[in-house]
């Protein structure tokens, strides 16, 4: 299984991001997909996962400014984040599961860092 995240990079406060995950060696469709994020010093968080049928689930940080969408017939899931702010500065990993957590697949992670 492999998972490729892209679409870090720096944006000032108020901006916007689409970060991207494209998976490959798993049946895309029947996982469930998440975003999660780490910040420096602190833990890895859970920021949004999507069901098989693409119901979304958010941590209540990003509810209302952060999507999650899938396209299951280029197997990638997206996180489209609005009005960044300098606390989601991370580094972003997307994850699959086929059954319940612990999420046994992780990609390498993409830097996202946001300036006041």
């Known amino acids: 299984v492999q998972l490729q995240a892209s679409g870090g990079g720096l944006v000032q406060a108020g901006g916007s991001l689409r970060l991207s995950c494209a998976a490959s060696?798993?049946?895309?469709?029947?996982?469930?997909m998440a975003w999660y994020r780490q910040a420096p010093g602190k833990q890895r968080e859970l920021v949004a996962e999507?069901?098989?049928?693409?119901?979304?689930n958010y941590a209540d940080s990003v509810e209302g400014r952060f999507t999650i969408s899938r396209d299951n017939a280029k197997n990638t899931v997206y996180l489209q984040m609005n009005s960044l702010k300098p606390e989601d500065t991370a580094v972003y990993y997307c994850?699959?599961?086929?059954?319940?957590?612990?999420?046994?697949?992780w990609g390498q992670g993409t830097l996202v860092t946001v300036s006041s």
């Open positions: 994850a699959a599961r086929l059954g319940p957590r612990p999420y046994p697949y």
């Open positions: 999507i069901t098989s049928g693409g119901n979304p």
């Open positions: 060696g798993l049946t895309f469709g029947s996982n469930i």
